[in-house]
C-alpha cells in the first residue's frame, strides 16, 4: 500500500507558538505543509488526506482574521469532495463551526484529561488519556457531527461527519513529554493522576494516515 499524500495545514498566528504545528507535522508521513494565515493554500486536486493545525487564535475572531472564513469554506469544500480530514484542537472547532456548531472561550485547561472513546477506527490502540491545551470548547457540535469522544467537563471532545470521511479531535495528540517544560511555562501544564507515560496519543495520526491509505486503494471510495 502506497502513502497517501497527506497536507497539514498550519494554523498557528504567533510565531512563538508555531512548535505545535512542528510536532503535528513530524508526526504526519511526508506531509505537505501549508501556512494558512500567511495566505497558503492547499491544492485539494492533489491531496489524498487534510490535518488541521491547532492554533493560538479563535475561530470567532472572524472580523480580525478574514481567513477564518476563508477556512471554514475550505471544511465544507473537503466536505463536498469527500476528502479525508482531522481537524485537532482549532481544527476541531473550525469544522464545527463552518457546518453550523459553537464555539466559546471558558478558560485555560492544560493537563492529561482521561477520555470515553467511542468505537472509532480513529482510536484503535489509543490510551484514554489525552493530553490537552485550550481554552474554548465546542459548546454545540453541528448537526452533521457526531460526537465520538467525550470527558467530564467536555461532552463534545472529538467529533465525527456522519457521512464524510472527516473527523475532529480537541486534544493535542502531537504532544509528548518532550513539551511538558514547554506547556508548564506557557499553559501551566499540571499532572495529577495520569502523565505522559500514560498517553500514547500520536497513534491518531497513524490511525488517520492508514484509514487515507485504505481509502485511497479502494476505488469506490476514490473522489
Not at 466559546?104 to 484529561?113: D, L, N
Not at 497513534?203 to 494516515?209: I, K, Q, T
Amino acid at each position: 500500500m502506497s502513502s497517501p499524500a497527506l497536507t497539514v495545514v498550519r494554523n498557528e498566528v504567533d510565531s512563538d507558538c508555531e512548535y505545535h504545528c512542528d510536532a503535528l507535522a513530524s508526526n504526519v508521513s511526508g506531509a505537505r505543509e501549508v501556512d494558512y494565515p500567511a495566505g497558503e493554500r492547499p491544492n485539494l486536486k492533489a491531496v489524498d488526506g487534510v490535518v488541521l493545525t491547532g492554533s493560538t487564535a479563535g475561530v470567532y475572531e472572524r472580523d480580525d482574521r478574514p481567513w477564518i472564513d476563508e477556512q471554514e469554506e475550505l471544511v465544507r469544500e473537503l466536505v463536498e469532495r469527500e476528502i479525508p480530514t482531522l481537524g485537532v484542537c482549532f481544527g476541531h472547532q473550525i469544522v464545527n463551526t463552518a457546518l453550523g456548531g459553537t464555539v466559546e472561550h471558558v478558560g485555560t485547561t492544560c493537563r492529561p484529561v482521561a477520555v470515553e472513546f467511542a468505537d472509532d477506527p480513529l482510536f484503535e490502540g489509543v490510551d484514554p488519556v489525552v493530553p490537552v491545551a485550550h481554552g474554548d470548547v465546542v459548546t454545540e457540535p453541528a448537526e452533521e457531527m457526531a460526537v465520538i469522544a467525550s470527558t467530564d467537563y467536555y461532552p463534545a471532545f472529538a467529533t465525527r461527519h456522519r457521512e464524510a470521511p472527516l473527523w475532529t479531535v480537541q486534544f493535542h495528540p502531537e504532544f509528548t513529554a518532550d513539551h511538558r517544560e514547554r506547556l508548564a511555562s506557557e499553559y501551566d501544564w499540571t499532572e495529577d493522576e495520569y502523565g505522559f507515560e500514560a498517553m500514547n496519543a500520536t497513534r491518531v495520526f497513524e490511525n488517520f494516515e492508514r484509514i487515507v491509505a485504505e481509502r485511497t486503494a479502494t476505488p469506490e471510495t476514490k473522489r
